[in-house]
């Protein structure tokens, strides 16, 4: 514990100092006045005599303690790691069943949810349509990263799996990929229990690698992700290469690429619960030793101590002396 004004403390050391002694000799002499009367001191009374004074004096410095303004440094939970915005930019997005489509949603739900996050957690952005290109490397400017967001342009086929190994790269430092043999474990790509991925997809995957098996490598590292659906299950159609081509959300991968890492899926059924539901996602709360003022501890403490003193008095004496 440390004092912004440490000579305060002298102070309130000497004052409650004298004020005890005060107190004690002044009993002292009316203990004596008493007995030299023959007047008895039973227990009970001296617990009443003496509690209330008792409880004013242990007010007192208290009270005088937190004039020093004192501080401890605690262990505050706070939202902190590491969060990779991964928006899927490929053809299926140009769908309208969101408006104005359904990138066009992502973006602005993605925007908001960057806009949202204090400054302790930094922010990456991963687009990805048949491929995935880190587009913003996490920092603890969002504007960054919500000008990369805004940034994104459609096209090419959808990998979730592709999707999901970038960011992954993004978060441990280094490249990620499946191991040729699903058999043989990946690479110990260690514990990074502070870092999320949050998935914007209609779910629709059109090349490998495999999406769940992603996850799991993903779940193996640590690392959460929340997957947020974009589009509607009855669909539309979008025009690619002078092409009609149906699409629609599917639900089921994106829930179980969710699942898989212990994160959660979140339905949207139009724009304004899309950005509605990034303010469910769950990010990791983490503790910092950070200065915590206790005057309002100290003072709130003083206040009680001398409250049930004054209850006392008027109780047992009927006034507050």
């Known amino acids: ?113 960057a806009k949202s996050q204090p400054s302790t957690v930094d922010i990456g952005v991963v687009v990805f349509g048949q491929q995935a290109l880190t ?58 229990g502070s870092a999320t991925i949050v998935l914007f997809s209609d779910g629709e995957n059109t090349a490998g690698p495999d999406a769940a098996l992603a996850a799991g490598v993903a779940a193996d590292a640590g690392v959460h992700i929340e997957t947020v659906g974009v589009g509607t299950t009855k669909g539309a159609t979008v025009e690619v290469d002078g092409f009609q081509l149906a699409t629609a959300l599917n639900e089921d991968l994106l829930t179980t690429i969710a699942a898989t890492t212990g994160g959660n899926y979140h339905k949207a059924g139009d724009a304004a619960s899309l950005a509605a539901s990034t303010k469910s996602i769950d990010l990791r709360i983490a503790f910092k030793k950070e200065p915590v003022e206790l005057t309002a501890l100290l003072s709130g403490a003083a206040i009680l101590l001398l409250a049930i003193g004054g209850v006392l008095m008027v109780r047992w004496y009927g006034r507050l002396i």
């Not at 440094?73 to 069943?97: F, I, W």
């Not at 086929?157 to 191991?179: D, E, M, R, Y």
Request: aromatic share 4%; hydrophobic share 50%; proline share 7%.
């Open 1 to 113: 514990m440390s004092f912004m004004y440490p000579l305060v403390l002298v102070v309130a050391g000497v004052v409650s100092a004298a004020a005890v002694t005060a107190y004690v000799l002044i009993q002292r002499r009316r203990s004596a006045a008493m007995a030299a009367a023959g007047l008895p001191q039973t227990r009970r009374g001296a617990i009443r005599r003496h509690l209330p004074y008792a409880l004013i004096l242990a007010a007192l410095p208290l009270l005088l303690g937190g004039l020093a303004r004192p501080q401890a440094n605690l262990s505050v939970p706070h939202v902190a790691g590491t969060v990779v915005l991964v928006v899927d930019a490929s053809n299926s997005m140009m769908a309208k069943d969101l408006e104005p489509s359904r990138l066009g949603a992502a973006q602005q739900a993605a925007t908001d949810f």
């Open 135 to 192: 587009t913003q490397a996490p920092s603890s400017d969002h504007d960054e990263a919500v000008a990369a967001i805004r940034r994104l342009k459609s096209g090419g086929g959808t990998s979730l799996g592709q999707a999901i190994l970038a960011a992954l790269s993004v978060i441990v430092g280094k490249p990620v990929s499946l191991p040729d043999d699903p058999n043989v474990p990946q690479n110990d790509l260690g514990y990074w």
